[in-house]
């Protein structure tokens, strides 16, 4: 039987890699709503290694840590933790993406936070952003649950501080 997926990958125009991970965390922070200027919540996933399967058979299996961007679709048992940790992560499709994927929203007006803010090199996520200012304001809930998704993924030097602090999957 096979399992429920949030989205779908069979409608994706370009479809992009699986990524399969043994556990996952659910990273969050905050950050000024770019549309009401509220500070809210934003998370990320991020995985301490993974298995990247790509639409021609090839498989890679990378030994360090990642955080998921464009997350098209998810297996439902991760989807569900993911729910329960961070409820403002839902499907939406984004003006600059053009794609479905997990997208973060404002809790107070609802606006999309799309990966590419997020995950810009200022982002609340990016590369120049943690490099300066550390990652000891992000919370890190570990999840000892497998995750399956079909994303895009990220990495950095930050990532290896998240992995010090989510050695033990909840």
């Not at 490099?131 to 000891?136: A, H, L, N, Y």
């Not at 919370?139 to 399956?148: H, K, Q």
Request: glycine share 8%; proline share 6%.
């Amino acid at each position: 039987m096979k399992e429920r997926r949030w989205g779908s990958a069979d409608d994706l125009a370009e479809p992009g890699s699986i990524i399969l991970s043994p556990n996952f965390a659910v990273l969050t922070t905050r950050h000024d709503c770019w549309t009401c200027r509220e500070q809210v919540p934003i998370s990320a996933l991020w995985v301490p290694n993974f298995v990247e399967n790509f639409d021609d058979g090839e498989e890679l299996s990378i030994p360090d840590p990642a955080v998921l961007r464009y997350v098209e679709s998810i297996n439902f048992p991760a989807a569900q933790h993911i729910s329960a940790a961070a409820p403002w992560m839902v499907m939406a499709t984004t003006k600059g993406s053009g794609t479905r994927y997990l997208a973060n929203h404002c809790q107070a007006c609802g606006a999309v936070h799309g990966d590419i803010q997020l995950f810009g090199v200022d982002g609340p996520f990016g590369l120049v952003t943690l490099e300066k200012r550390g990652t000891e304001h992000i919370s890190v809930l570990a999840v000892d649950c497998p995750i399956e998704a079909a994303a895009g993924i990220a990495q950095a030097i930050w990532m290896d501080e998240i992995s010090a602090r989510a050695v033990q999957p909840k």
